[in-house]
């Protein structure tokens, strides 16, 4: 199928051009004409189906075609839950609008606010928006909807997830009543229908395949490890050439500074990603890694949640994930646009019944393997292993107490192949069963 039946507007159809697109993915496909049209819509589909040009392109065509004379003022707004997937939004949007006299703005905590009330009172033609920093600056009086006309809520159901949910009522109570409304998900949970009742009108379900699941299309491999040896085996693997562009996760915040500060110490340059890093700190991190500044990124799951970056030849699990969805997240990550992709999983004597009970879910078994050329007996930890123990163990009882909520890069970049086999997913299926 060709983009030029969609129905979407001449200048658009020639900034997806020019970013290399030759056709729609499925979600494109089906969102597209009913968003045109006028529809509410549901869309049920993972990051990386191409779901953000799936409702931007029909809404920019929809915001072209505005007679010109009309008043000026915000006509869309799209919430989404975190700033990294605020910024990648906002980058796909000024890409396939270059050729159109569009202005967007980005809303989001931990940076001033006051470019963010300029560029508001000024209204800009679409917001994008993090709910929080948001309805502080309603509160403000710093935004005015009244003109609006589209509403977009992505990953609903990552919203719904860190307790956005009274932030979006109370931001929708102070929008039109006519308006359309778009709203993604990644799965259709019973919180997510009653969402649709409550801001949508007769909405249109899509629902898109899965990816090909991560889990089965990438290559995974076990490195059993005694915990106080699991620098020693980072620092091992690093040195192989392979490892070109090599996402590290830990489950700590403070662990990922400890991991990049071990590896800076040992010559490896590397980047952070986590939620106590400032705004600005996490942009430079995600630059420097995409641009090869630096070949290794050490991430924690929320900051990392979404990202879009091509190329990544190996995901290293440093710390076992805890949570199913997270491990398919994590070594999504990999083997992204086709590529080769490792994943990598460290696994202690503490993380075997989690390993067991994600080779129940995927439904196989993953393959244990030495590194080769280490020497696991000698014990060789440059690093304070215990205090790493300690610290570790605390942190997690802390955070197993506590999940905690989770989030997500550059414009338009090419895009792996979407569709796979459906696979519907409810949120008991998609954490650890034990
Ligand atoms: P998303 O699911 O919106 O995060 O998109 C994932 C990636 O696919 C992004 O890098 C997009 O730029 C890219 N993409 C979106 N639509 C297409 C398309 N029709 N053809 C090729 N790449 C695409």
Redesign the pocket.
């Known amino acids: 199928m060709s983009?030029s039946i969609l129905g979407l507007d001449a200048k658009i159809l020639q900034a997806?051009t020019e970013?290399?697109?030759?056709?729609?993915?499925p979600?494109?496909s089906a969102a597209i004409p009913p968003i045109i049209a006028g529809h509410d819509l549901i869309g049920i589909?993972?990051?990386?189906?191409?779901?953000?040009?799936?409702f931007t392109l029909p809404m920019l065509t929809k915001l072209a075609q505005l007679p010109p004379g009309s008043r000026r003022g915000t006509k869309v707004l799209v919430l989404a839950p975190t700033r990294e997937l605020v910024v990648?939004i906002e980058e796909?949007i000024r890409a396939y609008a270059k050729h159109l006299p569009l202005t967007v703005a980005t809303v989001f905590g931990g940076v001033g606010e006051h470019p963010q009330i300029r560029a508001l009172r000024s209204g800009t033609d679409v917001v994008v928006a993090c709910p929080g920093r948001l309805l502080d600056l309603m509160g403000q009086r710093a935004a005015d909807f009244s003109q609006l006309k589209y509403l977009v809520l992505d990953e609903a159901d990552r919203m719904l997830d860190m307790g956005f949910l009274p932030s979006i009522r109370r931001i929708v109570q102070q929008l039109p009543k006519v308006r359309q409304t778009l709203m993604f998900s990644a799965t259709l949970s019973k919180e997510i229908e009653s969402l649709t009742h409550e801001f949508q009108r007769a909405p249109k379900i899509i629902q898109i395949g899965r990816r090909a699941n991560p889990a089965e299309t990438v290559t995974q491999f076990v490195y059993e490890v005694p915990k106080h040896l699991k620098p020693a085996l980072l620092l091992h693997l690093l040195n192989d050439p392979k490892m070109e562009m090599v996402l590290v996760f830990s489950r700590m915040k403070h662990a990922a500074d400890r991991v990049a500060r071990q590896l800076e110490q040992k010559g490896i340059r590397c980047a952070t990603l986590h939620s106590n890093r400032s705004q600005n700190q996490r942009l430079k991190a995600l630059k420097d890694f995409k641009s090869g500044a630096v070949r290794v990124l050490v991430a924690t799951d929320i900051a990392a949640r979404?990202i879009?970056v091509?190329g990544i030849s190996h995901v290293i699990n440093y710390d076992f994930p805890m949570h199913v969805e997270d491990y398919i997240h994590r070594i999504g990550r990999t083997g992204r646009a086709n590529a080769i992709g490792d994943a990598i999983s460290f696994v202690t004597n503490e993380d075997h019944s989690e390993l067991r009970a994600l080779e129940r879910f995927i439904g196989r078994g993953i393959v244990r393997k030495k590194a080769e050329g280490f020497n696991y007996t000698a014990a060789a930890p440059a690093y304070n292993p215990a205090e790493e123990d300690s610290r570790l163990t605390r942190g997690h009882q802390q955070h197993r107490q506590q999940r905690p909520a989770r989030p997500q890069?550059s414009?338009?970049?090419?895009?792996?192949q979407?569709g796979g086999p459906s696979r519907p997913q409810s949120s008991g299926q998609s954490r650890w069963r034990r």
């Open positions: 983009f997806v970013a290399g697109y030759t056709e729609p993915t979600i494109q589909a993972q990051t990386g189906t191409g779901k953000t040009a799936a990648q796909n979404g879009d091509d890069s414009g338009p970049s090419r895009h792996p979407s």
